[in-house]
């Protein structure tokens, strides 16, 4: 908005003449995007209009079928049951996720808290993230097996009379899930708010502060609107990565989605059909997949982005 | 602060800008590579025998090497696909002349041996395989693949492919006398449609039922295996003994320990016509062992899961395992002191029913320029008797050689210590003449495994009933193999 | 009284944060905790479960994935080449590419970003196919180009350096330094980038954590095993035969491949602890 300003007040050929470095500078990313990523996903837009696999060593098709692909995705009830699997398992990790880390980064960036050993909580939050989702996920599978240390626990506890079987329980397998992801990707929330936080100017809070305003009164009045850029990237980028949940629930369940599949993906399914190498299929499934995550994008983006607006006019 | 960062940056260009030459290296290294293909390809395409096409690249390689080629008729390179680093050990350990270079090279007289190796996750290595075979004979001499080996589940898709992929005993000038002392059914794995045999393997893993010892005696009153035997050679004195076992606080095995007992003893493929079929024996399977998780007789844990390994031990109290020899060691965990393994507390016996676990087989890949190399490797290590008993002795195959496995049977080197000291040769030679496997299908290894998900889901309640597991089961099947219909 | 009650609330409000930041703390470290104890173990005994106490086998381990026939030494120069450089260009270009579109008023400026956001949604399972295709096509299998590369065009990571832009670059600063004759090309390198510090460390992090923990991609374009990163050999490790499946040597190797991104992190969170008074520039 307020580049848009400066370049009306200017007005001159000068300002155009650097406008034109506008383009200059977006040369890399659109020659790589276009090489890399267009092409590669027009091509699966177009496999998704042929039937395409393989049959054993044999190459089935490509025969072009128009929509046929498309029209057995949306007729199989399967389908909204793994685009509502994903969007669960991502709510179950996102919300503590998210609560959490505003938490913590408030805190930490708070003057008047004054957190003693902030440099090694800091440091320590995001460390899950470094472990490659194929081993947490194993080491999960080894915690919460039927005689592994938790149900161990549990027991000698007296909370339980015998092993709780975790992944035989679809609440439990969500929870699961969603917990890892909790546990991995909260450490990068925060730094991500951190960092808009500490971008925030001090000088509002000491005002805020002589004006004899609270904690409370401050990180809603103050914190929370001006950390709505990088709230919202958090916001698109972790739904994003939630409806293109893969390795942790595939790992977790051996790419079974169990039980009876409601752990199931919608890339683990996609993955699936990979597996005949159904270009034909997977093509349809990722472009209907490409089209939901716009919409949501899309539906995330108008929400906030009219709030911003509003507050700027003001 | 401001310094460290500048150094941290110039430190992570002069990272980039190595990176970056190593990067042109490679990929003109790799231009110069295809640009010789190109000039094979047309080759070998206008005269086709394969012998032209090596003369031509040959020749278009440096003089000095094309002048030291000359007198042979044969590639330089054997290119061998494998998915992990058994055969190469076995090579390494056991074929004359072999010299390792490093990890993925070799040497076999002048002819430079290079092992790729694509693990089997996601189905990766067959993937692999796919892409490359149908078009092997048209590859550049020294990259096209001399030899891929391939598992039980899904060989006969390689053996089936049209066209072929893997060249038949008759065309490598192997003959039936060759095979004689050779296990039948490792032959019908690999025997395509017409009858024609494509692959071989030096192993023969007929399995049984490794019971413990302890378990036997305390509550079958007995732990002599020829007694054991006698009350658990049918499934419904199986179902007896697991009951047995309940009460005094044992569990028989997982579910999944018998499902290869059960589904190697099949009376028909599980794809009849383009069609899945479950054969009766596999639904028995399904009846039997619900009837034994429901009664908390069997467990229902995965295959080399923790909760599965609890058994290797003497708290873990688990009756049985099914297993074959190569079973016996490292999957019993014999290394670690308070294993019952180590403490030979396990006996041996054929079981309910006779079946095989594993094995790897080799195949010749069509448009290999080493048929000879090739064909010395798989006598050599599928059919030398005196090869053979060193696999045998030293890596604890059950090596595919009835001579071999009978004169370890016959004399006091084939007692094992984890069995107690019991010797189990006999009784593996006398379980793979049993084995029947006429009735595999290209599709086999899908099947298998999204059955046994799909009636996971069945025995711990996941799904209410068999019906709404086997459809989940035909589910993803239809994934898997679009073209398969399903009831 | 004032006074007083906002100090009684901060402290009960220390202590909850000291509470929740403890919990949070053990969540996140155990895992480190039990991949070190899992290293130090057998394959027997861990087949016996898990146990809080280091067992004696570490060294027997360590010279065991040595010796394994995976190059795991040489996975980690790989691994670090393709994490490095992709963190290096992703950063830089994303940068750059912000730097358009918040700085200059050119025609198609809100029609560029908002393809670049919706490339953002395209996920890389989906393109994957196409992907390895096309590299087949440009003879970049095998090659690290084909892994590296790409990364300069990261929308997600351009996103975040455009809403950094948007709270710490005003245009004033850019007009001075015209004034004073910059030319763009320098104002970007000397003026911008020093101030997008504390945004380029975060993300220099994330990139190159995420490529070094790449399996999906490198196992679709790698298949020289001289050429193979880390994820890849810890993948074959797992699928080895029966006869030396070792997973006393599979968690050495996670161990020991998490060694060089903790380092690595280290390393720059300096910059994301210290980054308060970097991201101070205002108005």
């Excluded at chain 1, 960036?109 to 939050?125: A, W």
């Excluded at chain 1, 709505?228 to 409806?243: E, H, N």
């Excluded at chain 3, 956001?117 to 989906?126: C, D, E, G, K, R």
């Excluded at chain 3, 699928?239 to 040597?249: E, H, N, R, T």
Aim: aromatic share 12%; glycine share 6%; charged share 15%.
């Amino acid at each position: 908005m307020a580049n848009e300003k400066t370049a009306e007040r200017h007005g001159s050929s000068k300002v155009v003449r650097y406008n034109r470095w506008g383009y200059i500078f977006l040369i890399p990313f659109f020659t790589i995007f276009v090489i890399f990523q267009l092409i590669p996903l027009v091509t699966t837009i177009w496999n998704s209009f042929f039937e395409n696999y393989r049959s054993g060593l044999k190459q089935i098709g490509p025969n072009f079928i128009g929509l046929a692909n498309y029209v057995s995705i949306l007729e199989n009830p399967d389908l909204w049951k793994y685009v509502s699997n994903t969007l669960i398992m991502w709510v179950i990790g996102f919300i503590p996720q998210i609560v959490l880390s505003l938490l913590m980064a408030y805190w930490f960036t708070d003057p008047s808290l004054r957190l003693k050993g902030q440099r090694f909580f800091k440091t320590v939050m995001y460390l899950p993230n470094l472990i490659m989702a194929s081993a947490f996920s194993m080491l999960f599978f080894t915690l919460f097996s039927d005689h592994g240390p938790v149900n161990q626990m549990l027991i000698a506890a007296g909370i339980l009379s015998q092993p709780f079987k975790f992944f035989s329980s679809t609440v439990a397998s969500r929870v699961l899930v969603g917990f890892m992801n909790f546990i991995m990707w909260t450490g990068n929330t925060m730094i991500l708010l951190m960092a808009g936080m500490m971008g925030i100017d001090p000088s509002l809070y000491e005002a805020a502060e002589v004006d004899g305003a609270t904690a409370n009164q401050i990180f809603w009045r103050i914190t929370l609107p001006l950390l709505k850029p990088i709230l919202l990237y958090v916001l698109i980028t972790s739904l994003i990565g939630g409806l293109q949940m893969y390795d942790v629930p595939q790992i977790l369940t051996n790419g079974t989605g169990d039980p009876a599949r409601n752990t199931m993906t919608m890339i683990m399914w996609l993955n699936k059909h990979l597996y005949s190498r159904n270009y034909g299929m997977g093509g349809a499934l990722s472009v209907l997949l490409f089209i939901l995550t716009g919409i949501l994008s899309l539906v995330v983006f108008k929400v906030s982005g009219n709030a911003d607006k509003a507050k700027q006019a003001k | 602060m401001k310094k460290r960062m500048q150094k941290l940056f110039s430190l992570a260009l002069v990272v980039s800008m190595t990176a970056a030459l190593a990067g042109c290296g490679s990929s003109s290294s790799s231009t110069s590579a295809s640009s010789a293909a190109p000039a094979a390809d047309t080759t070998a395409a206008a005269e086709t025998t394969a012998a032209a096409a090596e003369t031509t690249a040959a020749a278009a390689e440096t003089t000095t090497e094309a002048a030291a080629d000359t007198s042979a008729d044969e590639g330089k390179t054997l290119n061998i696909q494998c998915w992990n680093t058994e055969f190469q050990s076995r090579i390494t350990d056991h074929y004359p002349g072999y010299e390792k270079v490093d990890d993925t090279h070799g040497k076999i007289g002048d002819v430079d041996v290079v092992w790729t190796i694509t693990p089997s996750d996601d189905n990766a290595y067959q993937n692999n395989l796919d892409s490359i075979l149908p078009d092997n004979a048209n590859a550049d001499p020294d990259s096209r693949v001399d030899i891929f080996l391939v598992e039980a589940d899904y060989a006969l898709k390689y053996m089936n492919a049209d066209p072929a992929v893997a060249m038949s005993m008759d065309e490598l000038g192997i003959t039936s006398d060759d095979l004689s002392k050779q296990y039948q059914y490792t032959k019908d794995i690999v025997t395509d449609s017409n009858g024609e045999q494509r692959g071989i393997s030096w192993q023969a893993c007929s399995a049984g039922l490794i019971y413990n010892r302890e378990a036997a005696k305390e509550v079958l009153g007995t732990d002599d295996p020829d007694e054991v035997q006698g009350m658990l050679d049918s499934w419904d004195k199986f179902a007896d003994v697991a009951k047995k076992m309940k009460d005094a606080g044992y569990t028989m095995c997982s579910v999944n320990d018998t499902y290869r007992v059960y589904s190697n003893n099949v009376s028909g493929p599980w794809v009849q016509d383009g069609k899945v079929v479950v054969d009766d024996n596999i639904k028995k399977w399904v009846d039997d062992s619900k009837a034994l998780a429901d009664a908390g007789e069997e467990n229902t844990y995965e295959l080399w899961g923790d909760d599965w390994a609890k058994g290797k031990y003497p708290d873990g109290k688990v009756f049985c395992y099914f297993g074959p020899a190569w079973f016996f060691n490292f999957s019993l965990s014999a290394d670690d002191a308070s294993s019952i393994a180590a403490n030979g507390g396990w006996g041996f016996i054929t079981g309910p029913q006779s079946f095989y676990w594993g094995g790897t087989w080799i195949c010749a890949a069509e448009g290999t320029d080493n048929p000879t190399l090739v064909k010395d490797i798989m006598l050599k290590m599928c059919t030398d008797d005196d090869i053979m008993t060193e696999i045998a002795q030293k890596d604890s195959d059950c090596v595919n050689n009835s001579a071999v496995l009978e004169k370890l049977a016959s004399d006091d080197s084939g007692n094992l210590a984890i069995l107690g000291g019991q010797n189990p040769y006999s009784m593996l030679a006398a379980g793979a003449e049993k084995v029947d496997m006429s009735n595999i299908s290209d599709y086999d290894q899908g099947c298998n495994e999204e059955f046994q998900t799909a009636m996971k889901g069945y025995f711990d309640g996941s799904y209410a009933t068999y019906d709404d597991a086997l459809a989940a089961f035909n589910t993803a099947i239809t994934e898997k193999y679009p073209e398969l219909t399903t009831d | 009284m004032e006074t007083k009650k906002t100090h009684g609330g901060v402290h009960a409000r220390r202590v909850v944060a000291y509470i929740v930041l403890a919990i949070m703390s053990f969540l996140c470290l155990i895992w480190f905790y039990i991949l070190f104890i899992n290293a130090t173990r057998s394959n027997g005994e861990l087949s016996r479960g898990f146990t809080l106490l280091p067992s004696s086998h570490l060294a027997e381990n360590f010279v065991n994935m040595l010796h394994s026939t995976q190059p795991v030494a040489r996975g980690m120069v790989n691994s670090l080449i393709v994490a490095g450089c992709a963190a290096l260009l992703c950063t830089y270009f994303s940068t750059m590419t912000a730097y358009a579109i918040h700085a200059y008023h050119f025609k198609g400026r809100q029609a560029m970003y908002t393809t670049i956001l919706a490339v953002m949604m395209i996920p890389t399972q989906v393109t994957a196919l196409g992907f390895v295709q096309l590299l087949t096509r440009m003879n970049l299998m095998d090659n690290y180009l084909g892994l590296i590369l790409p990364s300069i065009a990261a929308p997600a990571t351009f996103f975040y350096m455009k809403q950094y832009m948007d709270s710490v670059l005003s245009p004033s600063l850019i007009e001075a330094a015209r004034m004073d004759g910059a030319g763009e090309f320098r104002i970007f390198n000397t003026i911008v980038l020093p101030l997008m510090k504390p945004a380029i460390a975060v993300q220099a992090i994330f990139t190159f954590v995420a490529n070094w923990n790449n399996y999906f991609t490198p196992a679709l374009v790698l298949k020289k095993e001289e050429m193979k990163t880390l994820p890849i050999l810890i993948a074959e490790l797992r699928s080895a035969d029966f006869l030396k499946f070792d997973m006393g040597v599979v968690y050495m190797t996670i161990a020991f491949s998490i060694f060089p991104v903790i380092i690595v992190y280290l390393l720059l969170s300096k910059y994301i602890v210290g980054g308060l008074q970097l991201g101070g520039v205002k108005e």
